[in-house]
């Protein structure tokens, strides 16, 4: 399967405890991104990297949060001090990125249940 | 920045044409519009996306009148399987990334 691969796909964790997902974008995909969705909304956009370059940081995206893409291929996503409110699907997506034109294919999710 | 609004649900029955609507009235010139398929527990799926006019591919048609404050997906000959979450997702990526994706169309398709 060449698609775009999270893990863990579901994390239980206690509040304040910190959490690391990761994403395996598509190997020739520069441009990879990361939404957060909660029931019954559509995701949400917190950060992208062209390549290894983190480009745009959404508001949502609080102190507590870091995402980084050391060498323009995987990406991780770190929660510090997890709040309830972080529970939600964390959403992961590639694209070719040339052009404006571009196709996001998007990884399973990881679920996050903070108690 | 564009926002869409959709209709929140919509049923249908096997075999008839779906049309889903989403309103972007600040489209940007840049903008372009995705359409996205969501099953539960999954991510987004793609399933189209236009600049103007219309575009066909395998799945389904995409509608864009000349004023492109709105779209129109449209769904030939829906099965049970076609029941998922519909997301219009309109923006662009030529530096800074504005995309934002809808609160999405729920079809049910009933046999």
């Known amino acids: 399967d060449t698609g775009v691969s999270q893990d863990p796909r579901h994390k239980i964790t206690k509040r304040g405890q910190n959490v690391t997902f990761r994403c395996d974008p598509i190997?020739?995909?520069?441009?990879l991104y990361w939404y957060r969705q909660t029931l019954g909304q559509g995701p949400e956009f917190l950060t992208y990297f062209q390549n290894e370059a983190q480009l745009e940081k959404s508001r949502l995206l609080s102190d507590r949060f870091s995402a980084e893409r050391p060498k323009g291929s995987f990406s991780t996503l770190e929660i510090q001090r997890t709040e309830q409110g972080d529970s939600a699907m964390y959403l992961c997506a590639s694209s070719e990125g040339r052009g404006l034109s571009y196709e996001q294919y998007f990884g399973p999710g990881t679920r996050l249940t903070v108690t | 920045l564009a926002k869409t609004t959709q209709p929140i649900s919509m049923d249908s029955y096997e075999g008839q044409e779906v049309n889903i609507t989403c309103s972007h009235n600040n489209i940007a010139t840049n903008d372009y519009i995705t359409w996205y398929q969501q099953f539960p527990s999954q991510g987004p799926r793609f399933i189209i996306q236009?600049?103007?006019t219309k575009v066909t591919n395998e799945v389904a048609s995409l509608f864009i009148p000349a004023d492109r404050k709105s779209s129109t997906l449209s769904l030939p000959r829906v099965s049970l399987s076609d029941t998922a979450v519909y997301y219009c997702l309109v923006g662009e990526t030529s530096g800074t990334y504005k995309y934002i994706f809808g609160t999405g169309t729920r079809l049910k398709v009933l046999a």
């Open positions: 190997s020739e995909h520069n441009r």
């Open positions: 236009g600049y103007k």
